[in-house]
């Protein structure tokens, strides 16, 4: 990007707050990710929930600068580690140009610290990769990891939950992908959309593991409120699977992957080696600290998690008009332009999102940890729980002898906010 563009003319805003790494804690390095979420879909599936919109002409290029501009409005303290993983997310990320690409990667990298390793992920949609020349460019503008929206390699899944693209598609962009040479390529997939057997939704984990692809992220289909789906489901137009049966589909997701290379180290997430794992989504899981940038996105430092106006043409507007303050945060004071909503979270709260999220992993709770951090000896304070719990097989003690960490076992992980609760009561 050409030194003097709008987007390098963008004032620096002063937020009232500077970012505040968290503590750092043994088991995870603690350094920052930055997320960016673009909002731009050319349609909106039936079942998304997302802050998406179509986009209006030249809105890209507004919402270019408009990141940078918010990226430019943080006071990073000077002594804060850099971010050592940057995620384009969306919407589609990939139904950026090229060059808003750039723009975006080299501004970023101009307004905030950003480790010289770090790793940068990419969302892409099969009918975004025009070739292998369109995989080599985002690969050459510093994008390692490239994730992308399969959904489904059946055509009558994909044209039911409204995508662009089809089973012929989605192969040539998995397969051309995992041949560019991405340090990890990933594929999302969605299942229990109802409508098709077991047995088809195996074939298919098995087909998608044959990809010579690195990691699958594999979601279970959820009605999420406003969305087409859900109130279709309301008429009586689609039927959600019951629980029994979503327990069934979530177990033959995890064996078949489990049985083709692929390891669970997260509820939704499977890796074929430890290398591979997601490691920015890694960092909400362990409670790391995040900066979001554009509409929706959430940050978090530690202590406080605020959250960015959701809707994307009202945050264009609040960037655009380069207010020093937006709204006011319960406490008082006043917030950045992007941000609408602000939590101081207690260590209570902290500590069940904590557990929450460490059950949500393989590895799981790392118990002398969460003692050093919060002052809870989990095992003595809960110890009956957990007792009662492993005996049930839902919970599993493992680790050495003075590290003791806690898991959810695979019929665990489908109860796993109930196991929260009881353990955080
Ligand atoms: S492509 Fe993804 S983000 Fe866009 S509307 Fe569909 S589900 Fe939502």
């Not at 805003?13 to 088991?27: D, H, K, N």
């Not at 969302?123 to 080599?136: C, I, K, M, Q, Y």
């Not at 004071?333 to 941000?339: G, I, N, R």
């Not at 919060?374 to 003690?397: I, K, N, Y």
Request: a negative charge; hydrophobic letters at 40%.
């Amino acid at each position: 990007m050409a030194p003097g563009s709008p987007a390098d003319e963008a004032e620096p805003q002063t937020a009232p707050w500077p970012w505040r790494p968290l503590a750092p804690r043994p088991e995870v390095a603690p350094t920052p990710g930055l997320y960016v979420h673009v909002p731009f879909c050319s349609a909106i599936c039936p079942y998304c929930d997302f802050a998406v919109v179509r986009e209006r002409p030249g809105e890209s290029e507004r919402f270019v600068e408009a990141v940078l501009a918010e990226a430019a409005s943080w006071p990073i303290a000077p002594e804060a580690p850099p971010f050592d993983t940057v995620y384009f997310g969306g919407g589609t990320p990939s139904a950026l140009g090229f060059e808003q690409l750039e723009r975006l990667v080299v501004g970023l990298g101009r307004r905030l610290p950003i480790a010289p390793g770090g790793e940068w992920s990419l969302e892409a949609n099969p009918e975004d990769v025009r070739g292998s020349e369109t995989l080599a460019a985002w690969r050459d503008l510093g994008f390692a990891v490239l994730s992308l929206g399969v959904q489904s390699l059946d055509d009558a899944t994909l044209r039911d939950l409204g995508r662009r693209h089809d089973r012929v598609a989605a192969l040539a962009a998995a397969r051309l992908a995992a041949a560019t040479g991405f340090d990890r390529v990933s594929a999302d997939l969605i299942y229990a959309t109802g409508g098709r057997p077991l047995d088809s939704w195996r074939e298919e984990l098995r087909e998608a593991a044959a990809l010579g692809l690195d990691h699958l992220s594999c979601y279970e289909l959820t009605y999420h409120r406003g969305t087409a789906f859900e109130r279709e489901r309301r008429l009586g137009r689609r039927r959600m699977l019951d629980e029994d049966a979503r327990a069934e589909w979530f177990e033959a997701t995890h064996e078949t992957l489990a049985s083709q290379g692929f390891e669970a180290y997260e509820v939704s997430n499977f890796a074929t080696a430890p290398r591979h794992q997601a490691r920015h989504n890694s960092k909400y899981w362990s409670h790391q600290p995040y900066l979001g940038l554009g509409p929706s996105a959430h940050s978090f430092d530690g202590a406080v998690r605020w959250s960015n106006v959701r809707s994307p043409r009202r945050w264009l507007e609040r960037l655009q008009s380069r207010s020093v303050t937006g709204g006011r945060a319960a406490g008082g004071e006043d917030l950045p332009p992007a941000v609408a909503e602000l939590e101081r979270l207690d260590l209570e709260q902290l500590l069940l999102e904590a557990v929450s999220l460490g059950l949500r992993t393989r590895a799981g709770l790392d118990l002398v940890s969460l003692r050093e951090r919060f002052a809870v000896d989990l095992l003595a304070a809960s110890g009956e729980t957990v007792r009662r719990h492993r005996e049930a097989g839902l919970l599993e003690l493992v680790g050495e002898p003075g590290r003791p960490w806690l898991r959810a076992s695979l019929r665990g992980w489908l109860v796993s906010e109930s196991l929260t609760l009881d353990l955080v009561p």
